[in-house]
Structures are given as structure tokens and as C-alpha cells.
């Protein structure tokens, strides 16, 4: 299990108003990803500690911000 800030405050979903949660894959990268629908950031890679709370903090501004990826049935 990954550890994440806690202080980070993520916007609802702005495609379902969902409730969006930091994801880490693999330990080498991280996006926002929408717990109902799935809408998701881009997803940013990280090599160390340093990059890695940078990584964090730019996927919750683009999730905050909208910048979301949501495919529908058939894309």
C-alpha cells in the first residue's frame, strides 16, 4: 500500500460528481481516478520520493482543474 498526503483535497468528479482517489501503479506512477465512473487524470511517472510527491500534486491539480480522460461505451 502506497501512502498518500492526506492534506491533498480532491474536487468531485467533474464528469459524475463522484468521489475521485490518488491511485499508485507499480510504484512508478500516479493518477486520480473516479471511484463511480472511472474518469481519470493522465497518469505521471515518478523515480524517486522528490518526483514522486511532485507526481501527486500535479495529477490533483489536473483532476481539480478537470482535466479528466473518460471513455464511453464502445471508444
Do not use: F
Not at 491533498?8 to 464528469?15: H, Q, S, T
Amino acid at each position: 500500500m502506497v501512502e498518500v498526503n492526506p492534506n491533498y483535497i480532491l474536487e468531485e468528479c467533474p464528469i459524475c460528481r463522484g468521489a475521485g482517489m490518488v491511485v499508485h501503479e507499480g510504484g512508478w506512477n500516479v493518477q486520480v481516478e473516479c471511484a463511480d465512473c472511472s474518469a481519470h487524470t493522465v497518469y505521471v511517472e515518478y523515480e524517486n520520493e522528490t518526483e514522486k510527491k511532485a507526481a501527486e500534486e500535479k495529477v490533483v491539480t489536473l483532476w481539480n482543474i478537470g482535466k479528466v480522460i473518460k471513455s464511453d461505451v464502445g471508444e
